[in-house]
Every structure is written in C-alpha cells, then in structure tokens.
C-alpha cells in the first residue's frame, strides 16, 4: 500500500472541517444510516460482478472503498485529507484478507491511474467541494479519462434544499446567521459558514438538472439520476425506526418509491448521477 503526500487544491476551511473526524461516524448514526444504506444499494445495481478495479475519489476514512474491497473488487482509494488517509489505512488493515490495494493522497482533478485502466469511479464527495463548474467539470472529466469504455461512473451532489429542509428538521432556522447561510445557498448554490457552529463548510448545491448537465457535458451517458434519502431522513426518530426491520424495509422503500421522480429529487439531502462512458 502506498501513500502519495500530493498537495490537493481544496480551500483551508475544509480540511480543516475534515479534521475533526466526523466523517467517520457520520454513516453510523441518524439520517447517515439511510443515506450509507441507499448508496450501497444504488453502487450495487450497476457495478459490475468483481473483481473489478475501482477508484474511489475523496473516499474519506474509507467505509464504502473497504466494503467494495470485502466482495472482492480492487480498490485504489484517494482524498485530500491527511486524518481521512490514515483513517482508510486503519480500516483496510482491519480487513487483511481483502485490503485496499492503495491509499493515497490526491486531488479529483488530477488522478494518477492510466487511461481506460478502471471500471468503476466513485465521486461520492468532491462534486461537493469543487465550488466552481470549470473543477467540476475537470473532475469529472479526470474520471471519464481513467475509466474503460463503458466504464461506470457515480457522483453523488448535495442538493440545493438540504440547509433549509435540515434546519427544519434541527431547530437551526431559528438563528438568523443560519439563515442568511440559507438564502444564499437557495439563490446561487454557493454555500459559505462564516460561523464557528457545524453548519457544513464551504461547498456547492447542485439541483437536479445542474447535476445531469455537468456529468453529461462531460461526456458521460447518464443511466439513472437518483434521489438517495428520499423523504424518510426527515424524521427525528429515524435511528430508533433503524432498529426495528419492519421499520428499516420501510424507510428504504419510501425512498426507492420516490427516487426517480423529478419533482421530488430536491427532497433527498444527496443525488447520485450515474453514468457510462460510451
């Protein structure tokens, strides 16, 4: 295993907010669960049987690269954070009969791998953080160069409604610098937390139809544009409902019943594109 100590581009703010370890816990509790759930469920139907050579790009302490690596594919991961490389590290000695076959640091716009050298390409995190379209699109454009044809591509985005249907949800509307945070997200998909409070760190929103123009500009074949939670992350008793798998099995089907209707994309927190390089 090899780690490369490149200097990824990313502004100051968010690898300080990477930091302070919260995304590792992050899929393990609340409204994480569904969104960790749901994305394994989206990655399963398209990726092809293993082995297959996949590249996770900003796949932060490594929980959905380890799972990938556990049914038998070869997984390269990369993020920009220093605490997220020795996090996935940890994590794939964890498994030592099917370990990471890389961790390195890196930037999504600038992978290493060879072209046409992979089939598969998560981008389940740097869409986010990629605040201008030209990065995003370069991004993107880095994945389709190392994919295969008929490669599989998944970008995850956050949602342009995902403040305000939070600060719903956690009580957060009711400060007034949350927001302003609020409106300007609603207006230009610009999020900015000039605060010292957890309201997320400098990012993009997409909507729905921004995400589909971008992975299509970038040469992809969109195969399904998904809404990943559905309307169940909403409830403030989800993790207790989590328990019980009656409850589960119904939270899960309320957001496959939804996920492909365009008026409620903007619902789920999370979007995943997924697209083949044709």
């Known amino acids: 295993m090899t780690l490369r100590d490149d200097e990824p581009s990313l502004p100051p703010e968010v690898l300080a907010y990477y930091a302070r370890g919260g995304e590792a816990p992050r899929l393990s509790r609340g409204h994480g669960l569904l969104e960790g759930a749901r994305t394994r469920e989206i990655i399963s139907r398209h990726l092809p049987a293993p082995p297959r050579v996949v590249v996770d790009v900003g796949g932060g302490p490594g929980i959905y690269a380890c799972w990938l690596a556990g049914l038998g594919h070869d997984v390269h991961l990369v993020d920009a954070s220093p605490l997220h490389i020795e996090q996935a590290q940890a994590a794939s000695a964890r498994q030592p009969t099917s370990p990471l076959t890389s961790v390195r640091r890196g930037d999504a716009r600038r ?116 809404g990943v939670e559905g309307p169940g992350w909403l409830l403030s008793d989800l993790e207790m409902r989590w328990t019980d798998p009656e409850q589960r099995r119904q939270l899960l089907d309320a957001a496959r019943a939804v996920e492909r209707a365009p008026s409620l994309l903007g619902l789920s927190p999370h979007l995943v594109a997924v697209g083949k390089k044709r």
């Open 111 to 226: 992978l290493v791998q060879a072209e046409a050298s992979v089939d598969a390409v998560l981008l389940l995190g740097p869409l986010y953080h990629l605040t201008e379209r030209a990065d995003r699109l370069a991004a993107l454009r880095e994945a389709r160069r190392i994919l295969k044809v008929d490669g599989v591509l998944f970008a995850a985005a956050v949602t342009r409604f995902a403040s305000l249907l939070d600060g719903l949800v956690s009580g957060y509307l009711g400060d007034t610098e949350y927001v302003r945070i609020v409106e300007d997200d609603l207006k230009t998909g610009q999020h900015r937390n000039p605060t010292p409070r957890d309201y997320f760190t400098t990012s993009f929103f997409h909507l729905p139809e921004e995400l589909e123009r971008e992975v299509t500009e970038a040469g992809f074949v969109i195969e399904e544009l998904v």
